[in-house]
């Protein structure tokens, strides 16, 4: 299903009327995970066809029945189009026991959209906020963590992402106006301000006794940190312009920052360089450290922001072959949903044990050679998504403190649950992938883990867990059978960002 949709209409891709709309009728086109596109799904041709030119690696390409087709890959997030539409990607749809989406009515159609926004805005919004956490054991989240912690989910009526991503920007924004700092400026003029600088003086006024060379220190807002800023204010300028929500709030903005200059081209493309050096400039001013670390914040978002927006994505997307000017750039955001739904469950779940007992400490994706031939070398590892450590009882209060102070690499380590999760749907237990029953009994074993569970996504409380029983090929063997483990199939509800009946699996 494609929609297209501005703030108060709902339309359905493929109408005809809708294949030349007048310009005004910019909006969001919504589409999903897997979804194949065609021209007919446009409400504009010009931007199908930009699409297909730009070969990014998010969208497969395919010639069907004469027509060519976009497949959309396992990738959420907006692109820009050179119409001034923007297409929005949601997750896939996952099975539930409401009506099929070819049945539902057009609201039908919104509520489910705007249910999804909601849920994808809480993930987002929750991997933002783990950066208060260790960096060391949270999963990697380079291309999420640069919204800042003001960033929240929309409680009531959950806005597109273009609109939320706007309005993250312009909370820092509105938070953290232009740095000033003092700056060296010389100056050849009729009055003699600050200090006179003798050699230059007698080499350019020789001849104009009337005229003197100074040294002055200006308040100056033209820091390249806030340079760099203005550049992703002004990228985001056309989502502004097209905003109902946003653009009076973005025009004053802009008037807040109109004395601050945007970045050159050879600037652009030497970003990474230039972001560096505005961090350490923004470092060395004498500013509170809180109004440093909002600063930071906002530079780190605009810095993420101009990368999106050189249309080679997030994530390891590949770059198009065309090269674009620095004027033709538009924002590309994209984020893998396959490592972005990990990355949330793990911390969710993590959460759930911490408030059961101080006892268990979350593990993120920590490696460990599994196999290793006759000299020693490694020949596999692996890297569950989530390791549960419980820290083994004892009365006496200084052993126990020196169990909970000890690294979890020991090998005497204590692991209560091996967890495994992944962005599939799967209706029933005998839906399982054989791949995905190997490596969970593979993690059971390996860790010795009382539990191992293959968590995986749904959006109501309807599926259960579902308790996995290993079955030896020959009744000879029952008395061998290992029991240190049992698996366990975990829906995880999008929607309320917790397992269902979670507390039953816990001790």
Not at 148 to 170: E, K, V
Not at 252 to 267: D, G, I, K, N, P
Not at 342 to 363: C, G, H, K, M, N
Not at 365 to 371: D, H, P
Request: with cysteine; net charge positive.
């Amino acid at each position: 299903m494609t929609v297209l949709h501005n703030d108060s209409n709902l339309h359905t891709a493929g109408n005809p009327e809708l294949q030349q709309p007048a310009v005004s009728q910019t909006g969001i086109m919504t589409v999903f995970e897997h979804q194949r596109l065609t021209v007919r799904d446009f409400a504009y041709v010009t931007d199908f066809e930009w699409l297909l030119a730009q070969e990014f690696a998010v969208f497969g390409i395919k010639r069907k029945r004469g027509q060519w087709q976009l497949q959309v890959g396992h990738y959420i997030g907006i692109v820009h189009l050179p119409s001034g539409m923007v297409l929005e990607i949601l997750p896939k749809r996952m099975a539930a026991t409401n009506t099929p989406p070819q049945r539902q009515s057009p609201s039908e159609q919104q509520r489910a959209i705007s249910r999804t926004r909601l849920w994808v805005q809480r993930m987002l919004a929750d991997l933002i906020a783990s950066n208060d956490s260790s960096p060391q054991t949270l999963p990697n989240s380079k291309h999420l963590g640069q919204f800042g912690r003001h960033a929240a989910p929309l409680p009531i009526n959950a806005l597109p992402l273009s609109d939320w991503l706007i309005q993250q920007f312009l909370q820092g924004l509105t938070q953290h106006p232009p740095t000033q700092h003092y700056q060296t400026q010389i100056d050849n003029q009729t009055s003699v301000q600050g200090r006179l600088v003798i050699k230059e003086q007698l080499q350019r006024n020789l001849l104009q006794p009337h005229k003197f060379v100074c040294e002055r220190s200006v308040l100056s807002q033209d820091m390249l940190a806030n340079r760099l800023i203005k550049s992703a204010l002004e990228q985001l300028s056309p989502l502004l312009q097209t905003s109902v929500r946003f653009r009076r709030i973005g025009a004053q903005l802009s008037t807040t920052w109109q004395r601050v200059s945007a970045l050159h081209a050879h600037e652009l493309t030497q970003l990474a360089t230039v972001y560096q050096q505005a961090k350490r400039q923004l470092a060395m001013q004498p500013l509170r450290v809180a109004t440093v670390q909002g600063a930071q914040q906002l530079l780190e978002m605009a810095y993420w922001l101009l990368r999106q927006s050189s249309i080679a994505g997030a994530n390891g997307i590949a770059p198009p072959v065309t090269k674009q000017r620095p004027s033709s750039l538009r924002l590309c955001l994209l984020l893998d949903m396959n490592q972005a739904f990990e990355q949330w469950a793990s911390l969710r779940i993590a959460a759930l044990f911490r408030r059961v007992s101080t006892d268990y400490q979350p593990l993120f994706q920590a490696q460990r050679v599994w196999l290793n031939d006759e000299e020693g070398r490694a020949c596999l590892s692996i890297r569950p998504d989530l390791l549960i450590y419980q820290t083994p009882p004892d009365n006496d209060n200084s052993t126990h403190t020196h169990h909970k102070a000890k690294t979890v690499t020991n090998t005497a380590c204590c692991y209560s649950h091996v967890i495994d999760i992944k962005w599939k749907t799967l209706a029933n237990a005998a839906a399982i992938s054989p791949s995905d029953a190997y490596q969970l009994a593979s993690y059971a074993q390996a860790y010795q883990a009382p539990q191992a569970w293959l968590v995986y996504p749904v959006q109501d409380d309807t599926q259960q867990p579902k308790r996995l029983r290993q079955l030896p090929v020959t009744e000879a063997l029952t008395s061998k059978m290992p029991d240190h483990a049992t698996l366990w199939l975990i829906p995880f509800n999008v929607n309320t960002g917790t397992i269902n009946k979670g507390s039953d699996l816990l001790p």
